[in-house]
């Protein structure tokens, strides 16, 4: 009987620690999710380490070094005359990536008013200053011979000058074809230098 007892004994034994055993391991099932969830971690790193680099954002849009300057009466771009001139810049500056831009006079519509505005212009180095509008019209009139340097154009009245050009079309199509033409030409010229 010491025998047997002997032999209950262990296999009591080795049944408690059985049962044990099965009571501290994870059931089947969860070992299944633990691995396929690790085999999606590795999978997405690999996947992520291993993809090709995107295209390259799209660069701003290189511009030379001649920029065309559009002075205004206070309607800015607006105005009936200045959004025609405005769109003829447009034209040219996407063909020729010439900077273009403008600046409204603000405030008394005077010549001497808009005298401080073109001055401004002129120093920012715009290398070709168009004006449209009464007072802007007139300032380049009385002080484009100041700046013998710098080009102009008036737009709807002027005289021509030395450094000033007149654009007296009749139709809108016109005009910005005309001020396409000879932003173009600006851009053209300066390109040589």
């Known amino acids: 009987m010491g025998r047997r007892a002997q032999v209950r004994g262990r296999s009591g034994r080795g049944t408690a620690i059985a049962r044990w055993w099965r009571g501290h391991q994870p059931p089947r099932r969860q070992s299944w999710w633990a691995a396929g969830a ?12 291993l993809w090709p680099d995107p295209e390259p954002e799209p660069r701003a849009r290189q511009y030379r070094e001649v920029t065309a300057c559009l002075l205004t009466d206070d309607q800015g771009v607006t105005g009936a005359e200045a959004a025609v001139v405005w769109a003829g810049m447009q034209d040219a500056s996407l063909r020729t ?54 080009r102009f154009v008036t737009v709807g009245s002027g005289a021509p000058a030395a450094n000033v050009s007149v654009v007296m079309e009749t139709t809108p199509e016109a005009v910005r074809a005309q001020v396409d033409r000879i932003v173009t030409e600006a851009v053209g010229q300066d390109s040589d230098r």
Do not use: H, M
């Open 38 to 49: 690790l085999l999606a971690v590795v999978a997405g790193a690999v996947t992520w380490a």
């Open 97 to 150: 990536r010439a900077k273009v831009q403008f600046l409204q006079v603000d405030g008394a519509q005077t010549i001497d008013n808009a005298r401080t505005y073109l001055g401004s212009l002129v120093q920012n180095r715009c290398d070709l200053v168009l004006a449209v509008g009464t007072a802007p019209v007139g300032a380049v009139r009385e002080n484009a011979a100041r700046f013998p340097s710098a």
